[in-house]
């Protein structure tokens, strides 16, 4: 009985101590590593001892542009997996667009799980809580003209995953990063992108109709406007998974992807909702 008692209490320890793998946690636009206090803690009392909210590219630095915002997360995410191996990448609100696209990215980039709470994954056609920097004074019917411009493609975060279902050619032709991620268009890394993505053991997409940022809400699950339209098509009827642009429909077909969805949840709460925590997030740390 003595030795059956001590087996349990070193698979217990086993399990406290090597099966919680570390998380990363990637912090929203306009926002800091602050925002994520919440979650983290949440994380912890869970039993995982090692949580990195990342504090880097905060408020206004978070609305450089991606590829270069990519760069400096890619360093910092690779310091800590170089030390602790795999680990959970989660990425809130336009963290979820970015670490997303570090995971394709990024070859040998031992993330295990990625999860992302109401990340811009298909783009968006309209962000209300930013409407006070551009869309105040030209609308979202004529951002396009402005944020497909090469200079502003290089310059503005919101104008590399601005999708608008009206102007799909100029969308494919201008935007350097959207359509690149989606592998919609040809460019070099193409295969290499499906690969690294399809390292991944799980992908956790987390979203849902109460959000009143991300439009449409439905990109938080790589759904999107049909062309010339406001008519949503869930992914499942999209390019990128029918042709399996870069691993979505495979890594689904391994039972590898859950959709989570919670109504009534605020953009700014996803990382404050306890309910979120619980039903989405908890079971896969």
């Not at 968006?124 to 920097?133: A, F, I, R, T």
């Not at 979203?207 to 009143?212: A, I, M, R, S, V």
């Not at 992807?257 to 949840?265: K, L, P, R, W």
């Given at each position: 009985m003595l030795k059956f008692t001590t087996l349990v209490i070193l698979l217990i320890t086993f399990k406290t101590s090597f099966c919680n793998l570390p998380v990363i946690i990637i912090h929203g636009i306009n926002a800091d590593a602050g925002t994520l206090d919440t979650l983290a803690?949440?994380?912890?009392?869970?039993g995982t001892k090692n949580v990195f909210p990342l504090n880097i590219y905060n408020n206004d630095e978070s609305f450089e542009e991606l590829f270069t915002q990519l760069n400096g997360y890619a360093k910092t995410i690779r310091n800590i997996t170089d030390i602790y191996g795999e680990a959970i990448l989660i990425g809130y609100s336009q963290g979820g667009t970015i670490a997303r696209a570090f995971v394709?990215?990024?070859?040998n980039h031992s993330i295990h799980t990625l999860m992302t709470l109401s990340g811009p994954l298909a783009g968006?056609?309209?962000?209300?809580?930013?409407?006070?920097?551009l869309w105040k004074h030209i609308g979202t019917k004529y951002l396009y003209k402005i944020c497909y411009l090469s200079e502003v493609q290089r310059l503005l975060s919101v104008c590399n995953?601005?999708?608008?279902?009206?102007?799909?050619?100029?969308?494919?032709?201008?935007?350097?990063?959207?359509?690149?991620?989606?592998?919609?268009?040809?460019?070099?890394?193409?295969?290499?992108y499906k690969e690294n993505f399809l390292q991944l053991k799980r992908l956790i997409l987390i979203?849902?109709?109460?959000?009143?940022v991300i439009d449409p809400w439905q990109s938080a699950f790589f759904g999107f406007y049909q062309n010339n339209?406001?008519?949503?098509?869930?992914?499942?009827?999209?390019?990128?998974?029918?042709?399996?642009t870069f691993g979505l429909k495979t890594l689904n077909?391994?039972?590898?992807?859950?959709?989570?969805?919670?109504?009534?949840?605020?953009?700014?709460?996803?990382?404050?909702n306890e309910t979120v925590f619980d039903k989405c997030i908890k079971e896969w740390l």
């Open positions: 803690g949440w994380i912890e009392k869970s394709e990215m990024t070859a968006v056609y309209g962000l209300d809580d930013l409407e006070h920097l995953y601005w999708n608008d279902p009206y102007h799909q050619e100029e969308y494919l032709k201008k935007n350097i990063y959207q359509p690149i991620i989606d592998n919609v268009v040809a460019h070099p890394s193409s295969s290499q979203g849902g109709p109460g959000d009143d339209s406001k008519t949503v098509s869930n992914v499942q009827q999209r390019e990128i998974w029918t042709d399996d077909d391994r039972k590898a992807i859950t959709f989570c969805q919670v109504a009534g949840v605020t953009h700014k709460n996803w990382v404050l």
